[in-house]
């Protein structure tokens, strides 16, 4: 157990404590014990910056169940480490937020630290683990945690209803990762992704190849809120504002990020691969984009605006990835995707994060979250609209904010995609600039709705639930922290480039590298008249347009029904799936016996009839049957004719008797194939039953007594028919194909010598068998005492009277 | 097993009975004893000791047989087990496994040179189990109303 193994665990370990705390110290808001353990893992994973730097990585390793393979082994590279500062920095600020957004009075503050720091240790494992099977385990807790925080106020239905739509989706994405895990284990024969990479190539021209891959994608689609997976994240904004802006702007939402840059190295050289990912990515960009308009509620628009920024990192990944087609490093334009991707990831993560506390400040202090009643604000929360204002100008690309660096890098790489020559590209390639512009421009028109709309415009103070204010002061700290980054990196961009970017980027592509080689990112501010500057005056120029004329043409979006959605979707297959099965069960488990019965034998029939077919086992062999006598004709018919009339007689009593009559025959049988216990036996077994019968044929309530015959049913009779005639057909083929002889030679020499007997019957039932007869023994005491209690032992005989 | 409330005199039928379930009984015990070497054992003879107590039924009443023969068939069931068990049980004693019987001729005076088998002590069992079984079905289904 190392330090890394201690820091990974550590918010798991620390969360036990926290119900403590909350009880000793009421006093004291529960958050401030937990803020000091996100800070100091924060510092502790800065100390890796100058390790992985140097393009090292550090692995250290425990065992857990290591004859399986499955070993906790902890890896610290570029990407892991990245995200590491993601969850441990904005998990603190977080937190530090959380602690004046939720009053200590008023909720139950233990079990929410407990599931947030359950979620950090989670994300944290997911990031560090390279071990697959251990990494599943952390993604599952992640999505268990985030399905707890969801539904935090859990006494609202919408709340419910959020944290189950999350949870089913997640987990089903999740579901399929583990198959594409296993997939992976049966190609490699290894869980640890340091061992798969290097045999990419082997895995590339497996069969499992594309369900493996479609598997891992289907997992990070449905965590990272993909189209049409992305249906979870706008109604998982039930939740308290801190946990919207942690797990849904800036950590769990990206796991399916990290997911995909972490495999990039196995799955990217296919086709199949990219068109999914940037392909999909790009529907996601564009959806959520246009949709985020539509809202009107500030968190909705958030979180379709994250759904949307998720899938334009996700298609620069995807585009990334189709470097590797490219040898040569140094003029290998198309890396630049990648480091537009990682930038992104950074910055979307920054202003994502104030704006999410921006809107929790908003909703605090007035008391609503819907745009039409906000407006005005400007004056009463200054501080406010200039967080706000920054994360929504960064958030639209905007100079001189880090969302412009990233969107240029963005437009760059979409751009450099018309210059590809491969995967059909020369054709199709010129969709990818033209979606992200159409996207930007509807970015574009959202954030400045979420600026202007708020803050702007008339001040209706009669409308807000509380007479708004500024937010005191801790609550603003979080924000501001993360605001000044925004500005920061977009100032001074170099900053990140070589200590987290260029490492970063040797995680996801490291076929490119020559061994010791660096990734050089540089991210400029200016670079001349080119023609991203140019899309981006575009996006401006037309987004101001759209934006001023928007009351004209919102109206398009009612033109679009809300069945065709896929939320409408989601609801319909949900309610569909549960009254199907409904029906079904109600439909086959009628609790007639008598329909389980023709389940049965139905399925006996068609078992035993298929396996008699499928194996060609019938087969007819006389050589081995004795003559028949006069007396065996006779008999039967005897028998057949007592067991058909059976069916045919009105009375019960006639039926009682033929079956008797039966009996006896079967007796005579008996006598005749010289079995004389058992035909003693038979006699008088087969006379006590008939008494029984008639005991019971005596206590048959009188009304139901009525005389029929029984009633001719075409389904019983051919399930009857084939049952007898299966089993015909088998007793015939296992005469047939007898394969050994009898042991029965061994009893006849030894029942007189060995157990001085010559009754071999008895002989064999009380000394060679005689352990079945000592429990044929038990079973008729136990008949016994069960009739017994049946008829004396009724307890509820007082109350039937 | 009707309940008539008017009393018959059943003349014939009682005596009749009286002489029979002795006949039947030592047959069912002849059943019993010549079970290894002759058809029969202890499951017929069980059977014939339980018929002749059900004809003793059938002539007389309930309360009159149970007063007679004063036996509890469930303990008669639970003995029958035991006895069986036991038989199993003392092959441990020789070091043999479970249930191995074995047998030695003994000279009894006035019958002679006689097999003695623990197969017959497990027979006994099954005999004993059987009339349980079969006397704790009838009686009970009997005396119900």
């Not at chain 1, 929410?112 to 979620?119: A, G, K, Q, R, T």
């Not at chain 1, 089903?172 to 296993?182: D, E, P, Q, S």
């Not at chain 1, 309610?575 to 079904?584: I, T």
């Not at chain 2, 009443?61 to 023969?69: F, G, N, Y």
Request: include cysteine.
């Amino acid at each position: 157990m190392s330090y890394l193994h201690l820091a990974i665990l550590a918010p798991l370990l620390f969360s036990i404590f926290i119900p403590f705390f909350y009880k000793i110290f009421r006093r004291i808001h529960t958050g401030w014990f937990v803020l000091p353990l996100p800070i100091i893992l924060f510092i502790y994973f800065l100390t890796f910056i100058p390790i992985t730097s140097n393009q090292k990585t550090i692995i250290e390793s425990l065992n857990w169940i290591p004859s399986l393979g499955i070993n906790f082994t902890a890896k610290v590279d570029g990407l892991g480490l990245l995200f590491a500062l993601l969850i441990t920095g904005i998990g603190a600020l977080v937190v530090l937020y959380s602690i004046y957004y939720l009053a200590k009075d008023k909720e139950k503050l233990n079990t929410f630290y407990v599931y947030l720091l359950l979620f950090m240790g989670a994300m944290l494992g997911v990031v560090l683990s390279d071990n697959l099977i251990v990494m599943y385990a952390f993604w599952e807790l992640t999505s268990f945690s985030s399905f707890l925080l969801i539904g935090y106020w859990y006494e609202r239905d919408k709340s419910r209803y959020g944290a189950q739509k999350s949870m089913l989706i997640t987990v089903f994405g999740g579901l399929a990762m583990l198959c594409g895990i296993i997939l992976l284990y049966i190609m490699t024969g290894t869980f640890s992704i340091t061992e798969i990479v290097p045999q990419s190539n082997e895995i590339f021209h497996h069969a499992l190849f594309i369900p493996a891959l479609l598997c891992i994608l289907l997992g990070a689609f449905t965590k990272s809120a993909q189209f049409p997976f992305y249906i979870w994240l706008p109604d998982a904004m039930e939740a308290p504002t801190p946990v919207s802006a942690y797990l849904h702007s800036a950590t769990m939402v990206k796991a399916g990020i990290y997911l995909v840059a972490r495999f990039t190295p196995v799955f990217g050289e296919s086709s199949v691969w990219f068109w999914l990912v940037a392909g999909v990515g790009m529907i996601t960009l564009i959806w959520g984009s246009v949709f985020a308009v539509k809202q009107t509620d500030l968190k909705s628009i958030l979180a379709f605006s994250t759904v949307s920024q998720l899938g334009l990192i996700m298609s620069l990944l995807g585009v990334g990835a189709a470097a590797l087609h490219y040898e040569a490093l140094d003029d290998n334009i198309f890396t630049v995707a990648t480091t537009a991707a990682i930038f992104h990831l950074i910055n979307h993560a920054t202003f994502k994060g104030s704006l999410f506390m921006a809107a929790g400040i908003i909703d605090h202090e007035t008391g609503t979250r819907d745009i039409h009643k906000l407006g005005g604000l400007m004056h009463v929360m200054p501080i406010t609209f200039t967080i706000s204002m920054i994360g929504a100008f960064s958030m639209a690309g905007l100079p001189p904010f880090n969302g412009f660096l990233s969107k240029e890098m963005f437009f760059t790489a979409m751009v450099h995609v018309t210059e590809m020559d491969i995967f059909n590209l020369e054709t199709w390639g010129v969709l990818f600039p033209v979606i992200a512009w159409f996207a930007s421009v509807f970015t574009f028109i959202y954030c400045m709705i979420l600026v202007f709309k708020t803050f702007m415009g008339k001040y209706q103070p009669e409308k807000l639930g509380k007479k708004p204010h500024e937010a005191p002061i801790g609550m603003l700290i979080s924000p501001i922290i993360l605001v000044s980054l925004v500005i920061i990196f977009g100032l001074f961009p170099n900053l990140l480039s070589d200590s987290l970017i260029s490492p970063a980027m040797a995680a996801v592509l490291p076929s490119l590298l020559q061994v010791g080689g660096v990734f050089e990112v540089h991210i400029t501010f200016w670079h001349g008249l080119t023609i991203e500057l140019f899309m981006t005056m575009g996006v401006i120029i037309m987004g101001l347009i759209l934006y001023k004329t928007y009351p004209k043409w919102k109206k398009i979006y009612k033109a679009i029904p809300e069945k065709l959605s896929i939320n409408g979707f989601y609801d319909g297959t949900i309610e569909r799936s549960q009254s199907v099965s409904n029906k079904l069960m109600n439909m086959n488990m009628n609790g007639s016996i008598r329909s389980y019965l023709a389940y049965i034998f139905a399925f006996l029939i068609i078992i035993l009839s298929t396996t008699l077919i499928w194996k060609n086992a019938f087969k007819l062999d006389t050589s081995n049957v004795s003559s028949i006598g006069v007396y065996e004709v006779v008999l039967a018919i005897f028998v057949m004719v007592g067991s058909i009339s059976i069916l045919f007689v009105k009375s019960r009593m006639t039926s009682i008797i033929l079956l008797g009559a039966v009996g006896y025959t079967v007796s005579l049988f008996y006598v005749l194939f010289r079995a004389p216990d058992l035909a003693l036996t038979q006699l008088v077994i087969e006379t006590i039953s008939v008494a029984l019968f008639l005991v019971c044929f005596y206590h048959l309530p009188k009304l139901r007594k009525f005389e029929t015959r029984l009633t001719f049913k075409l389904t019983n009779a051919l399930i009857s028919f084939g049952v007898g005639a299966v089993v015909t057909a088998i007793a015939l083929s296992a005469h047939s194909n007898k394969l050994f002889s009898s042991i029965s030679q061994y009893y006849v020499e030894n029942t007189y010598e060995e157990a001085a007997g010559k009754n071999m019957v008895n002989v064999i039932l009380v000394d060679f068998r005689g352990f079945d007869t000592l429990f044929e023994i038990t079973v008729l005491a136990i008949a016994a005492l069960g009739i017994y209690s049946m008829i004396k032992l009724r307890l509820n005989r007082g109350k039937e009277g | 097993m009707k309940k008539t409330h008017v009393k018959t005199n059943d003349v014939i039928f009682q005596p009749v009975t009286k002489v029979v379930a002795f006949i039947i009984i030592i047959y069912s015990l002849h059943l019993f004893f010549s079970g290894h070497y002759t058809p029969g054992g202890g499951f017929i003879g069980g059977l014939m000791t339980a018929a002749a107590f059900v004809l003793l039924l059938l002539a007389f009443d309930v309360k009159t047989v149970e007063k007679t023969l004063n036996v509890d068939y469930i303990k008669m069931t639970a003995t029958g087990l035991l006895i069986a068990v036991l038989t199993g049980l003392g092959s441990f004693f020789y070091n043999v496994p479970f249930l191995t019987q074995t047998f030695s001729y003994v000279d009894i005076p006035l019958l002679g040179k006689t097999a003695l088998a623990t197969a017959v002590l497990f027979d006994l069992g099954v005999y004993l189990v059987v009339i349980g079984v079969t006397m704790t079905i009838i009686q009970t289904i009997g005396e119900t109303e």
